[in-house]
């Protein structure tokens, strides 16, 4: 790699984790979790830094959240703080804010949810290498493989649905940090509530690349997710 990237010290990654977990229920938000002796946060920005690609963390936060972060999971990278929004469109938004000046308007930054904790190098490695060789950038994800069905008003099936182009789209994503900022705002400006970067960049008629990435980098939701997230640490070790 010979971009100016490296020279600077490597892409800005992006953390939204001011959710509060709705779906998820209980009083703590599902990032704040323990799980294996630290939260599910650290376990995400442990991910992220210890990838020699990962320059710097923007770490966007609830106003009330004062999460514990353990140095080792930094890797010695730097990390700020930003306050985050009411949607994670917003939440993103602040993060593109507060990334420092040494990220030039063209320079590539990354955005990663705080909820999704199972990332592994491979994946960031497959994003990084063909993303950057895209002019838009390029999100991680996951050819649907289930059959798909269309439901009626009353729960019965009124059709099958085509999965053969369809894919889920899942996080690290990445951008260029004036396209980015310039999109997320257009959607916010017309009230259009985008569930990812790539949604808000395809609105201004970009085609980022989608990178097939692995089955488990999934998303804690749900108890059941963070059971999974459990089951998965305790293969690890
Ligand atoms: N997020 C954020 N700011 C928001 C909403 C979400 O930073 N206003 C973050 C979450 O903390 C999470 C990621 O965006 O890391 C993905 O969002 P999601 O899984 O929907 O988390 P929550 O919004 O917390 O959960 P729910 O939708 O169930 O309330
Ligand atoms: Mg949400």
Redesign the pocket.
Known sequence: MSTPDRVRGGLWVI??????????GGAV???FLEVGGRSVLAHTLDALASHSGIGGIVL???ADDVPVLPEAALHGKPLVRAP?????A???LAGLHALPESVRPDDFVLVH????PNLHADDLDALLERGRMDPVGAILAAPVRDTLKRAGDDGGIDGTEPRERLWRALTPQLFRRLQLGRALEAADAEGIAVTDEAMAMERQGARPLLVEGREDNF???TPADFARFEFELSRRS
């Open positions: 953390v939204p984790a001011a959710g509060r977990g709705s779906r998820f938000p599902k990032q966007v936060l609830g985050g929004g009411d949607t994670r917003a939440s993103v949810d705080a909820a999704r998303k804690i939701t």
